[in-house]
Nanobody, 127 residues
Framework: QVQLLESGGGSVQAGGSLRLSCAVS????????MGWFSQAPGKEREGVAA????????YYADSVKGRFTISQDNAKNTLNLQMNSLKPEDTAMYYC????????????????????WGQGTQVTVSS
């Protein structure tokens, strides 16, 4: 069983930065995918970024390209999301997710593909 625990959320003014972390416990196969999803009030949960072990490839939503960076530490037990130039529209609950096996460009943002989820951490960006 894989467990995920997010941290690093908070409140920041527009233009500021936050770094989210996701602590991973349990066993992931050598081929795996981990991602960050966001859910604003009244909206669907949507993919923000993902990291797959196949060639350490990363995926990003168009809305965060150039502002957010997903990364993983070498021990494979922490997934990070560096969030820069934050905008009020980035305000949401952010969830860490993981799945066994790799993810791909056509499916990384599909939440139903992920097997494990964290409880979420709130990010609030004020104008």
């Amino acid at each position: 069983q894989v467990q995920l625990l997010e941290s690093g959320g908070g409140s920041v003014q527009a233009g500021g930065s936050l770094r989210l972390s996701c602590a991973v416990s349990g066993y992931l196969l050598n081929a795996y995918c981990m991602g960050w999803f966001s859910q604003a009030p009244g909206k669907e949960r949507e993919g923000v970024a993902a990291f797959t072990s196949a060639n350490n490839y990363t995926y990003y939503a168009d809305s965060v390209k150039g502002r957010f960076t997903i990364s993983q530490d070498n021990a494979k037990n922490t997934l990070n999301l560096q969030m820069n130039s934050l905008k009020p529209e980035d305000t949401a609950m952010y969830y860490c997710a993981a799945k066994q096996y790799n993810c791909y460009s056509g499916s990384w943002s599909h939440q139903d593909k992920y097997d494990y989820w964290g409880q979420g951490t709130q990010v609030t960006v004020s104008s």
